[in-house]
């Protein structure tokens, strides 16, 4: 066995959430001898709140994490119950997919891809403690007393670092709700010189269905044509078993679902992508609702001072939307199915920390839960965390060589933005351990990208979550366009196969030939770019275009119709490049540049960005700032 002294691990990851999956499949895909530790192995990738994936921005996120060779993606089409395309009224580049997975399925189907995936070991033992040399990291200490050393190690803690549940004035320790708490390993991270402080997220209850009244809700079924979250027109899977007279997305998708793996009759769980959805039902809370919750505020283990922790200003508890919403006549509530094989269901936008008898009267009080059965109730949790610009842009701790962050522990919340982080820091421990320079993915190529900026140079005091919004190229990040703005990076670092990096290379090209074509092409009324742009249909297309895949046809389309805004996006990014090459060494001085003004000379010493362009977006530095810098760096260079 590996893992030794003398013959250490390339990368240990600590935490099999989100975050730790992507990043040791990364890590070992890209040839790395990689350990993955969990406290429990049966909860790898266990959906501990809503067993859903993507949404706003979040779907963006896990379709450029399947451009990067991530498994989210084919893991969610696999073993979703529910997809549809939210914004379809609004501009392609903020349209996003979502579906509602099986929560047991997705999990399993995850375990498995771990357990076959060449050069990745799973370990069953609760990480106790960082094992440190001469400011670095070079292994990990656990509860059973064995020792691992690795040459990286990557902390994907989630919830657990000193996780404490809260119902009413009750408190659990744990990381959810029938799970451990990890309370040592903070001591070993403050030991090193990292900073931690708390954050606070919750979960709603779960309901028995057959006590649910669904005829007085509204119905929310699922996409008749659903998108997919994976790209499976450049993945090239084999034609092993079965085919099917379908879409080739769903050709591809079944046949890597029910490929037989290394020829022991292996099948990994899940099924056919869009085969029997699930609808999701919509109700509301009302007067009464709102009755039951002020009069009983003070039992809140938030409003009752109990939880010191921030927490998610965009996902907040049902009491403090009665608070900080106090003109609304009700909040929306959605009933959404936790799996195929079981009748719970998750009451989303019910989250709350009160006591479990005024739950009840709570959940009582809303049409057609008058009569229903609670199976577990809400929770909040507190967890440590550490101040995100404490890490580098790939996402490896300013204090300790060779320790990585990614996920919650970095302050963010949700499954997508932990997943993207990991995958980020599966590579870059990868490359450290290569001897080969860092990657870090740019704001205008990725929302991935967006998210490692914002944590790096703003930091966050509340869970970070990813929106369109905070992406100032996001005309540039349309979901179907991920795999051709990220793909050649994931080919150059050995994420993908040689058949789909190929096939991602050609599909590339010719988005881009067809693009320039439609310029020239021939059309009623002049030009076929032209002719789309002002609302014409395809009837004058080549028979060549309508040939490609439905993605890349889409892509064309949408380069064509926003052509004038992308250019003008495009120009926007080659002026700010300069800016970026700019590096500020992280010995530099700032006390030594004169006319810096107090607050931006703290605030440049505490965040260390990297570049003039992470310093021109730290809060508080302003453009003057930035000038006395250039000055400063070119004399210094001089």
Not at 334 to 341: A, I, V
Not at 489 to 499: I, K, Q
Request: aromatic share 6%; hydrophobic share 40%.
């Amino acid at each position: 066995m590996t893992g030794t002294e003398n013959n250490p691990y390339d990368v240990i990851v600590c935490g099999a959430g989100h975050a730790g999956c992507e990043a040791a499949l990364a890590a070992a895909r890209m040839g790395m001898r990689t350990l993955l530790i969990s406290g429990n192995i049966d909860t790898i990738a266990k959906m501990s709140c809503n067993p859903s994936i993507g949404g706003q921005a979040k779907g963006h996120i896990v379709r450029e994490i399947d451009a990067l060779g991530g498994e989210m993606a084919v893991n969610t089409d696999t073993t979703a119950i529910q997809f549809r395309m939210l914004n379809e009224s609004k501009g392609p580049a903020v349209q996003a997919p979502r579906a509602q997975c099986d929560k047991k399925a997705y999990q399993l189907r995850m375990k498995h891809t771990l357990e076959l995936q060449p050069g990745l070991h799973l370990f069953q033992a609760i990480v106790s403690r960082l094992i440190y040399g001469t400011g670095c990291v070079r292994g990990v200490g656990t509860s059973i007393g064995a020792e691992f050393y690795a040459k990286t190690v990557i902390v994907t803690t989630g919830t657990f670092l000193r996780g404490l549940m809260h119902i009413g004035k009750n408190k659990t320790e744990g990381g959810r709700s029938g799970d451990f708490s990890a309370q040592t390993l903070s001591s070993s991270l403050k030991d090193a010189g990292i900073a931690l402080d708390r954050l606070k997220t919750g979960t709603p209850a779960r309901l028995l269905g057959s006590t649910i009244d669904f005829a007085v809700m509204e119905e929310q079924p699922g996409d008749a044509q659903p998108l997919l979250f994976a790209f499976y027109d450049t993945r090239g899977l084999p034609d092993d078993v079965f085919h099917v007279e379908q879409s080739p997305a769903m050709a591809a998708a079944e046949r890597l679902l029910f490929h037989v793996e290394q020829g022991r009759g292996m099948r990994r769980p899940g099924w056919l992508p869009g085969m029997e959805q699930l609808s999701c039902w919509m109700t509301h809370t009302n007067a009464r609702t709102r009755e039951i919750i002020i009069e009983n505020l003070h039992c809140s283990a938030l409003y009752g001072g109990e939880i010191q922790g921030v927490g998610p200003r965009y996902c907040p508890s049902i009491e403090d939307k009665m608070v900080r919403f106090a003109n609304h006549e009700r909040h929306r509530l959605f009933l959404e199915p936790e799996g195929r094989g079981t009748d719970e269901w998750y009451v989303n936008g019910l989250s709350t920390s009160m006591p479990f008898d005024v739950q009840q009267k709570i959940l009582h009080s809303v049409p057609g839960l008058e009569n229903a059965l609670m199976m577990r109730p809400a929770y909040a949790v507190e967890y440590d965390f550490a101040q995100p610009t404490q890490i580098h842009s790939w996402l490896e701790t300013r204090q300790v060589e060779g320790l990585f962050f990614a996920g919650q522990i970095n302050g963010t919340s949700g499954y997508e933005e932990a997943a993207g982080q990991g995958l980020v820091a599966g590579i870059n421990a990868a490359l450290k351990v290569r001897g080969e320079p860092h990657w870090v993915p740019a704001r205008h190529e990725s929302y991935i990208g967006v998210l490692i900026d914002d944590l790096v140079t703003k930091g966050t005091q509340e869970p970070y979550r990813m929106f369109t919004s905070r992406a100032e190229h996001r005309l540039l990040l349309n979901h179907n366009s991920a795999e051709l703005r990220l793909g050649p990076h994931a080919a150059r670092l050995g994420l993908l196969t040689p058949a789909r990096a190929a096939a991602v290379l050609r599909k590339k090209a010719a988005v881009e030939d067809w693009s320039a074509r439609f310029e020239q092409l021939a059309a009623p009324g002049g030009k076929l770019g032209d002719h789309i742009r002002k609302g014409g249909g395809l009837d004058a297309a080549p028979a060549e275009f309508l040939a490609l895949s439905e993605s890349a046809r889409e892509e064309v389309l949408y380069r064509v119709r926003y052509r004038g805004y992308i250019d003008r996006e495009l120009r926007h990014v080659s002026k700010l490049a300069g800016v970026e090459r700019v590096s500020i060494p992280d010995t530099f001085d700032y006390a030594t540049v004169p006319g810096l003004r107090n607050e931006s000379r703290q605030k440049l010493i505490r965040h260390r960005p990297e570049n003039l362009a992470q310093a021109s977006r730290i809060s508080g530095v302003s453009p003057a700032d930035i000038s006395l810098l250039i000055v400063a760096l070119a004399s210094r260079n001089t």
